[in-house]
């Protein structure tokens, strides 16, 4: 625990991925009660660590007043339901991700049934893209323990970005962040020029930004360009008087706009990595991302060393940039045989 600055608190928590940074809750101290921002993993020993961080802050479960949630992904939304059990807590989240892990439903044996069902879909899909499904789903978490991890929850408000929202000296607003989800929030406070960026702007890696299909006709309709949504809201908080960056995972830092061009050149150079890639012949997005380079900052980590669930996530991002440059106009798509290939165009 540590408290950034008068009245804020940034609360490490751990995590299942060995490739992932600690996830960062942050506590606000208010007047009339505490604001929780991205809580993290459901987990007896999140729960507990929480606990025992609030303990030295001085603040109790029945302190907390607000719990806020950047996106819907587990690991920063998934403790909400035990949370809100056992606290007062009102829970806000950005009406494109009340749906928990982007399949609906609220009961975990409601979302374990639609999760495989979601599971057997995208395996069909993916295998579109060249996945070989048989070795790509082996040994991935069953979906009736994702559910149990993503523990879904129904909040009390949903935003739309705009909107303020204020605790003690605090007013923060919101800001709609999409790219790494649909839905994804920012928090600004002006006054003291605190950002809160969940998982928009991270200190030393990129977040992943997906391409998938629209599987649930009754949910919104993804972004057809998902990286695309991304990289603008990213240069939209380049705008903003930001003095501190708290993000959800690894430590606070200062250098904002730097760190917005980082982001905007190594998006732009998996694109020219992808460009070379397919340059003399169609690719699917699997012969692609087993082509990349993934994990730069390990250069003991390759495609191969990636366990099934984050290649993936590779193939899933690859997609995410080529579907992007077939906007840019310097990729295109060709379907052969049952199989969706690319190619510069």
Known sequence: MKEIIPGIYQLPLPLPDMYLLKGNAYLVKGDEGCLLFDPGWNSDEVLNILKSQLDEIGVTMADISQIIASHNHPDHYGLVRRLKALSPAKVTIHQLDQYPMGVGGMDTDNIANLMENWM???????????????????????????????APAQPDLTVN????????????QVIWTPGHSEGHICLYEPEQKILLTGDHILPTISSIVTFQPQLNPDLPKPSPDPLGDFLNSINKLKKLDVKLVLPGHGEPFTTLQ??????????????????????????????????LT??????????????????MMAVLETLAHLESMIFEERAKKIHSDGLIYYQAA
């Open 120 to 150: 057997q879909q995208i395996s069909r899909w993916v295998n579109s893209h060249g996945v070989p499904t048989s070795n790509m789903f082996q040994n991935m978490v069953p979906s009736s323990e994702m559910a149990r991890l993503s």
């Open 161 to 172: 970005g705009g909107e303020t929202i204020s605790i003690g000296s605090f007013n923060f």
């Open 258 to 291: 730097a760190r917005i061009d980082e982001l905007c050149d190594h998006h732009e150079q998996r694109k020219l990595e992808i460009l070379v890639t397919v340059q003399s012949e169609p690719k699917t997005a699997y012969e692609i991302s087993a082509n």
């Open 294 to 311: 993934w994990i730069p900052q390990r250069d003991d980590i390759g495609w191969d060393d990636l366990d099934t669930m984050n290649q």
